[in-house]
């Protein structure tokens, strides 16, 4: 008997953090998250509401987090649930960053507004594993202070790693303002053959981002990106995410650069 | 081994038949055609050979047999889930040679990219095929071109000749019904040649046929209806939603309904991005993974050139010619 993969599963909102009005983090019970790897999503699903595609933010004992924008029928709805509350879920779905892909790097991360949710697991995990990596950096840009996201984690982070956090606009006398680009200049490498770099965000920031990266003196195939697309099933059969041969909710979303470059919408 | 037929035997085989299994074939449904004061072949049940269409092309394609249009994956209230049972549990499809060939695009999508799907393979299970073969192209074929001309995999064949019905069977459930029926010798006839022909690439460059100006001429000229993709045998999408009932807000059912990437939202994504704003970009889009997308991924191209997206276009845009382009451009 084949599994109907289609069924979503209950799941108890643990906690809930409300990082802006607009964007919260929903910690969701889940039995199996030790098997899941950062930058896979979850389908969220509300039924009467419909479905939406959703990137791990954090991976916990018995938890992952999912970090959502409040932007359309099922997310909003969603916004009304409080920890305690069980909702439906079902994934996780996507390769993810894998971590031996980035072991003994000088890596660099860069991601810009909710694209920080989808790496943020794997700036968590070598945050906690300094000791694989040679060096861990971090680029992020948000649009100003107030749509900032993972406060707290930034903390941690600058504890642990070279934190650069920018906003579009905002108090140039306070805070770093300018685009993520700016910053990726003046990253310290030491060897270009161990740099490796990870970009998330908006399709402009991570085109000129790579573009950055590259003439910085980065590899290609040492730069990894993760596309956001519609998937509607996370299963490979709805096609809405297809671009060429691939789809993204299974060959992807996470791709290296000399693969992800090609593709063409 | 062949048999002969005449209708009323043929007719009590439909009535032995049908208490096994669900009969799908093409029908003749009156002033549903494109145009005016014209006919349309649709699929559907069908009970005797009069219900059946062995003559004309069918304007919509076999696919929702096992690929409902609108089909519910379950039905959901407060206390829970609970899967519909399959619409049936094994089914008749007559179809021609070019739909045997769509069935494994069909079966490509739903059994191989990803997990098997439940609901697609469940329908799937217990299908007998059979063939209507074609003697001569109809208008708009290409299935040469596209390798879909000889038929393959089918259980039975049916044509009708002299007022009489033909039957090849290649499947112990059909040849019992034949016992006793008269034999004669026959060759199932296949189509060797369309006047429509289309050019075959090899290795298509992504890049390249994206910034051709052919796709410009399609900006204007489609209006994006959608169609084509409704009536193509290899289209496949769909999109998830959610109904519920208007006097109990909290049950309802989740349904998978057939897409379009010709339409507009199929690629927004939340916040509002659009990937494709443009009619000519969906078009390239839709006709790339038709070739090359869907080879470099199966090994075999997805369009089985039967031309129904031509004869349905209300812009009179011609697929095989959009194929024909685009290996001009890869020259």
């Known amino acids: ?265 | 081994m062949a048999y002969s037929l005449d209708k009323i035997a043929v007719d009590d085989l439909f009535k032995k038949w049908g208490e096994d299994y669900l009969i799908y074939g093409p029908t003749l449904i009156k002033n549903t055609g494109r145009l005016s004061d014209t006919d349309s072949v649709r699929y559907d049940e069908v009970r005797s050979i009069d219900d059946l269409e062995l003559n004309l092309k069918s304007d919509y394609s076999f696919k929702d047999v096992i690929l409902p249009i609108s089909e519910v994956l379950f039905y959901y209230n407060e206390d829970g889930m609970m899967v519909p049972k399959q619409k049936h549990n094994g089914a008749i499809i007559f179809l021609r040679s070019c739909d045997l060939h769509a069935l494994d695009r069909l079966d490509q999508m739903f059994m191989e990219n990803g997990k098997p799907d439940f609901y697609y393979t469940r329908l799937r299970e217990n299908l007998k095929f059979v063939l209507i073969p074609c003697s001569k192209s109809f208008e708009n074929c290409f299935c040469v071109s596209m390798n879909s001309n000889v038929p393959k995999n089918y259980n039975l064949t049916i044509e009708e000749i002299d007022g009489e019905y033909v039957f090849e069977s290649k499947d112990e459930y059909f040849t019992k019904f034949f016992s006793g029926s008269k034999e004669l010798d026959y060759t199932v006839p296949y189509v060797k040649e369309n006047d429509i022909k289309v050019e075959h690439v090899e290795k298509i460059n992504n890049l390249a046929i994206t910034k051709s100006e052919m796709w410009r001429e399609y900006d204007s000229r489609c209006i994006a209806c959608g169609r084509c993709t409704l009536v193509c045998p290899t289209c496949t999408c769909w999109t998830m939603q959610d109904i519920h009932y208007g006097d109990n807000q909290k049950a309802g059912e989740r349904r998978r309904v057939q897409a379009s990437c010709m339409v507009d939202n199929f690629d927004r994504v939340a916040g509002g991005h659009v990937y494709r704003e443009k009619n000519g970009d969906r078009m390239r889009y839709k006709a790339l993974h038709k070739i090359s997308d869907h080879r470099e991924r199966y090994g075999v191209d997805m369009c089985i050139g039967c031309g129904r997206c031509d004869d349905i276009c209300p812009e009179y845009i011609s697929f095989s010619t959009i194929l024909n382009k685009i290996a001009k451009e890869s020259e």
């Open chain 1, 1 to 265: 008997m084949i599994t109907n993969e289609y069924l979503p599963f209950s799941s108890k909102v643990l906690k809930v953090t409300k990082h802006t009005p607009m964007e919260h983090t929903y910690t969701m019970e889940f039995a199996g998250a030790k098997d899941v790897v950062p930058g896979q999503f979850f389908e969220l699903s509300l039924p009467k509401y419909g479905e939406a595609p959703i990137s791990v933010s954090g991976i916990g004992e018995n938890s992952v987090d999912l970090t959502v924008r409040s932007i359309g029928v099922v997310t909003d709805e969603l916004f009304k649930y409080e920890a305690g509350r069980h909702l439906y879920i079902r994934g996780p779905y996507g390769n993810g960053f894998i971590a031996d892909d980035y072991k003994e790097s000088e890596l660099l991360v860069i991601a810009g507004g909710t694209g920080v949710s989808p790496v943020k697991a794997i700036i968590d995990y070598f945050g906690n594993h300094n000791d694989e990596v040679k060096s861990m950096s971090i680029i992020t840009g948000f649009k100003s202070k107030d749509d900032q996201l993972f406060r707290e984690d930034f903390k941690r982070w600058g504890k642990q790693m070279n934190v650069t956090l920018t906003f579009d606009r905002g108090d140039e006398t306070k805070e770093n303002i300018g685009l993520v680009t700016k910053y990726i200049p003046s990253v310290k490498v030491n060897n270009f053959d161990d740099a490796k770099a990870i970009v998330v965000g908006p399709p402009i920031m991570m085109k000129f981002a790579v573009k950055g990266l590259i003439e910085r003196g980065y590899k290609e195939e040492n730069i990894w990106i993760s596309h956001e697309r519609r998937m509607s099933c996370g299963l490979g059969k709805c096609g809405h995410c297809r671009v060429n041969s691939t789809y993204i909710c299974l060959d992807g979303p996470v791709f290296n650069y000399t693969v992800g470059k090609d593709l063409i919408d």
